[in-house]
């Protein structure tokens, strides 16, 4: 996910095309975003338990590649946490760069890409602090923030 600080010139992250990420020798699939493909976090808080939603988790194919360029993707939020508090955005992220990858491949915009994101990290919210309260209110207006951030970034 190319997520950069709104200041820095957006135009550095649009200036060339279609970013690979199939596993190399070079750069397998990373162990660590495998396993956490694979890793549930647990139960939901206790709000949540009788409506837990689905957890957003990065794909088991996902190549974690912070050295990809010409664009930063393949390195879940890029310089942005990965988390807010409980609430995972590595999936959320993983999943956008590879959408990235494929709109780029199909010579598409990023639209959907920018909208799946807001919806997986708002799910994740969900899943971390169940369907009401504070804790849930700040996730979403920081997941509001990320796809703010990444629209900006990659205008259609």
């Given at each position: ?21 199939t596993p190399t020798p ?131």
């Amino acid at each position: 996910m190319a997520l950069v600080c709104l200041t820095f010139p957006a135009a550095l992250l649009l200036t060339s095309g279609y970013a690979a990420a199939t596993p190399t020798p070079e750069y397998p699939l990373d162990p660590a975003a495998e396993a956490a493909s694979k890793v549930y976090p647990g139960e939901p808080v206790p709000q949540s338990r009788s409506m837990a939603s689905a957890f957003v988790g990065v794909p088991s194919d996902y190549v974690y590649n912070t050295k990809l360029k010409p664009v930063a993707r393949h390195d879940y939020c890029t310089s942005a946490p990965d988390s807010y508090f409980a609430a995972d955005f590595r999936g959320p992220c993983a999943r956008h760069d590879m959408c990235y990858d494929r709109a780029d491949a199909a010579g598409t915009n990023y639209t959907a890409c920018n909208s799946a994101l807001r919806t997986d990290m708002i799910t994740n919210c969900i899943y971390a602090y169940g369907t009401s309260g504070t804790a849930l209110q700040t996730c979403k207006a920081t997941a509001e923030i990320y796809w703010a951030a990444v629209t900006v970034t990659h205008l259609d």
